[in-house]
């Protein structure tokens, strides 16, 4: 048990930058590191921007998610020809369920982690240009 | 059995070695810091993994498969699909926010300590419900290894866990759960699939896939119950004690005697002990349809728990430090999809194999019991006697890692968060935190030891969607609309966390006030996930958007959350170091 994380109130005013690196800010010509750690309007729309990439892209797993996996139960419901189809003496209604709905859910997985690892990478390269 | 004892001891013994020997390398919370530089997310996540198959996976899906069919195995792929609503909503953010407990987070993301309290009071009623199917399965397991009474194993693992924990060990310890998956794997794989090559595939298709109900085997059974036992015959049927055979026409209620050998003829129909269910082949093997638990409502309602309510585990979340940054979290949890995946492929197996082989569980109503009594019921001799030792040691190691785990979660909040509320005191020194914390380990047994007295005929996959039911309907909403939504505020996640809880808990009461809950709506009273998270949910944001006390520091908040690691935006990991030692 940890006593919690300190107050994040006052990380704006760290210096961000490891002190040898700290560039003078010139009027007019700011980093968006800059602009994130000040928490200025730009700051605010740089981090606003990487939150909804992040979200749309979790919002579209989990549509992917639902059009698989999420519709099964009432297609199984509403069409008992999957009950009476049998596939090497087993209802193929029961093959469904039991065998590849979890490799689906891990290749969703797998190509969200990816694609969000991606988001990210872009968000650094952008900070750090 | 005598095996079986031997391997359960060996199970036992090593797990509870490795922990308080692993412990000599790192006593503090630190410890998952320090080993965070070393554990790959591979290792990570068979510990997650390991830390999270308890007996409701290992005992409860097969268990219930043989009462309500195919429509039970929508439990385990809930119980996957729970780490992709993680990995997609919740990973990585969390990780980068750097909350060790549920009520770290919901303080520090909203200022209240008002609402870590109310938090930590949260983790204790989800953690004890969650205990109470562990100390039922140890129960059972022991009752079928030793042939103990019921309380005794509840008494014996309640007893071992909770000295186990206030002694230190299995806290933390990586490795120690990560052996701990492999075991269960093998524990539910080997037997499966040797069981399955010695009977040449599913035995007798017609009663599993036909119109027939349970009947006996070619040679008929005897069963010897501990206690009297009502039972009704679906159809017509008969029994004998002492030689003596008793005729019952469909439908007819009998009382079974204890202590004495009752005979089911070959090819007889079995009788059905009351609060069990058993259906006809064709009925069975539908995973949606027909009536009570297999009603679509009923499906959805416990894939939204299982699939929210994940993420809300106090035991789950602990775990997920261990990744150094949110990036490895991400990995860390896909790889858990895979593991979990290898796990759930196999329980279906043994409800299978149990509605044919071992149709006596119906007539006890203990069909909990099959995977640990299916090998040496079916396959009498040392092969079944071998398997059966196989998964009696992987269902103790299920109790005994997930309840440690558990029990951890619930002695930390307990100690860390309530008492000194309580007290208004500031925890003084190590010492007397570490005090603390073993009286709330040996005390916070009690009361799941009494629940898992009481509750003896519900079914563990029952008593665990209760636990899931409460944590998507009060920490999910929290987490999703904390991470994602910037006007959430305290009074709002207070109540939406209170609303939840409350039409979850007075849901689950009534039901079992009323009995067997059978079917339409009522039946929701069993599992009212799908009505109580969206209560949660529109309760919080409701009370959000008219709440004119806004959280003032919700940019840095974000950044926080959401910012990649090493970009010198957030605190840096020597800092975070600093702060948590």
């Known amino acids: ?22 560039l003078i800010p010139r009027r007019g010509v700011r980093s968006p ?38 519709v099964l139960p009432i297609a199984l419901y509403l069409l008992p020809a999957f009950d009476r189809v049998r596939l090497l003496g087993a209802p193929l209604g029961l093959w469904i369920v039991v065998v590849p709905m979890l490799p689906a859910f891990v290749v969703i997985g797998w190509i969200y982690a990816r694609r969000a690892d991606a988001v990210d990478e872009a968000f650094r390269e952008l900070v750090e240009r | ?119 930590a009071a949260i983790v204790l009623v989800i953690a004890g419900f969650y205990l109470v199917p562990q100390l039922k399965g140890a129960g059972l397991a022991l009752n079928v290894v030793v042939g103990s009474p019921y309380w005794v194993g509840v008494a014996v693992v309640a007893a071992i866990v909770a000295i186990n924990v206030s002694l230190g060990g299995m806290r933390g310890i990586t490795y120690v759960q990560a052996f701990q998956f492999w075991i269960k794997v093998f524990a539910i794989a080997v037997p499966a699939i040797v069981l399955l090559i010695h009977f040449g595939g599913l035995p007798e298709r017609a009663a599993l896939f036909g119109r027939s109900l349970p009947h006996a085997g070619s040679t008929g059974f005897t069963v010897k119950l501990g206690s009297p036992q009502r039972a009704q015959f679906p159809e017509a049927g008969s029994f004998s004690v002492h030689g003596h055979s008793v005729h019952v026409k469909a439908g007819g209620w009998v009382t079974l005697p204890a202590h004495t050998p009752v005979r089911i003829p070959p090819r007889g129909i079995v009788p059905v002990a009351s609060g069990t269910q058993a259906l006809p082949g064709d009925v069975w093997a539908r995973p949606v349809g027909g009536t009570g638990r297999g009603a679509p409502v009923l499906v959805y309602s416990l894939l939204v728990a299982t699939f929210l309510g994940t993420m809300g585990l106090p035991h789950v979340l602990v775990r997920f430090y261990t990744n150094p940054d949110g990036h490895a979290a991400r990995r860390t949890t896909v790889r858990v999809l895979g593991l979990l995946s290898i796990f759930y492929l196999f329980p279906a197996v043994y409800g299978a194999l149990g509605r044919v082989l071992t149709p006596q569980l119906y007539m006890t109503g203990q069909t909990d019991d099959v995977v640990l009594t299916l090998p040496h019921t079916a396959w009498p001799g040392a092969g079944g006697t071998i398997l059966t030792a196989v998964t009696c040691a992987g269902a103790f190691a299920a ?92 009074r709002g996640a207070a109540a939406g966390m209170v609303a939840g809880m409350l039409v979850a808990t007075s849901a689950i ?46 940019e840095s908040q974000m950044l926080a959350l959401h910012a990649p690691e090493g970009l010198g935006l957030r605190l840096g990991d020597d800092e975070a170091e600093g702060a948590l030692a």
């Open chain 1, 33 to 70: 590191r800059d602009e994130l750690a000040e928490g200025t309007g730009h700051g605010h729309v740089y981090l606003r921007g990487l939150q909804r990439t992040h979200l749309m892209l979790s919002l579209l797993a989990l549509v992917a998610f639902g059009a698989i996996f999420g």
């Open chain 1, 1 to 22: 048990m940890s006593p919690g994380p300190p107050s994040r109130r006052g990380r704006g005013d760290a210096n961000p930058n490891p002190p040898g690196r700290r």
């Open chain 2, 509 to 554: 009461f009534a039901g079992l006030a009323m009995g067997e809950p059978t079917g339409g709506a009522l039946a929701l009273l069993e599992q009212p996930a799908i009505v109580s998270v969206p209560v949660a949910f529109l309760t919080m944001i409701g009370v959000s958007s008219r709440d004119p006390r806004v959280v003032t520091d919700v």
């Open chain 2, 1 to 119: 059995m005598i095996v079986a004892l031997f391997a359960v001891g060996a199970v036992t013994l090593g797990t509870l070695g490795l922990g308080t020997w692993g412990l000599r390398f790192a006593r503090t919370t630190s410890d998952l810091l320090v080993a965070s530089r070393v554990v790959t997310p591979w290792w990570n996540a068979a510990a997650i993994s390991g830390e999270y198959l308890s007996a409701a996976s290992f005992l409860g899906i097969a268990g219930l498969e043989m009462q309500i069919g195919a429509s039970a195995l929508w439990q385990s792929l809930g119980f996957t699909a729970g780490y992709l609503a993680l990995l997609l909503f919740v990973a990585a953010p969390l990780r980068r926010y750097g909350s060790y407990t549920i009520p770290d987070f919901a303080e520090a993301r909203l200022h209240s300590p008002g609402l870590r309290l109310l938090a």
């Open chain 2, 399 to 490: 109790f005994l890692s997930t309840s440690s785990g558990l029990l951890v979660s619930l002695a930390g909040t307990f100690s860390h968060d309530v008492w000194p509320r309580l007290r208004h005191t500031t925890p003084s020194s190590p010492s007397s935190r570490r005090l603390h914390f073993r009286l709330a380990a040996l005390g916070a047994m009690v009361i799941p030891g009494l629940l898992a007295l009481v509750v003896r005929r519900v079914d563990i996959s029952i008593l665990v969607g209760w636990a899931f039911a409460l944590a998507a309907s009060s920490f999910c909403p929290m987490f999703l609309l904390g991470i994602w939504w910037s006007r959430l505020t305290a």
